[in-house]
């Protein structure tokens, strides 16, 4: 790695000695290397922009597809369940008329019953 001549004039006006400047100045230049290697520069963002934005695309098509299947499932399952529900209720409507009709008939029987007795009993 060169070393930075105006770091050494810097460093020299400061009454550092040369050998020191010069370690002071390669011990610098060490570590930016080093974060040059560890920070993200303006190129790696825009390539992971890049990336996120196919992620994105990629997803957002997955997600898509799935929304899409999952309303044709449970397109099915309704239909398939609004089968059961009319026969269940039809044989819900069947079950009350069984029991309203003899129920009926009973209560007409009652009144015929209470009639007669009225009609019997009664003087005119």
């Known amino acids: 790695m060169p070393v930075q001549a105006a770091s050494l004039e810097i460093l020299e006006k400061a009454n550092v000695p040369a ?43 997955e997600l898509k597809t799935e929304i899409a299947t999952l309303r044709g499932d449970l397109r099915s399952e309704m239909h398939a369940m609004r089968g059961d529900l009319r026969s269940e209720m039809h044989a819900i409507a069947s079950g009350s008329l069984r029991q309203m009709y003899p129920a009926m008939l009973g209560q007409l029987a009652v009144l015929l019953g209470v009639a007669y007795f009225f009609v019997s009993h009664v003087p005119h």
Do not use: S, W, Y
């Open 19 to 61: 050998p020191q400047a010069r370690a002071i100045v390669q011990a610098i230049e060490i570590e930016i290397a080093g974060a040059k290697e560890t920070l993200a520069t303006k190129q790696d963002i825009l390539i992971l922009r890049h990336e996120m934005a196919e992620m994105r695309a990629e997803l957002r098509h």
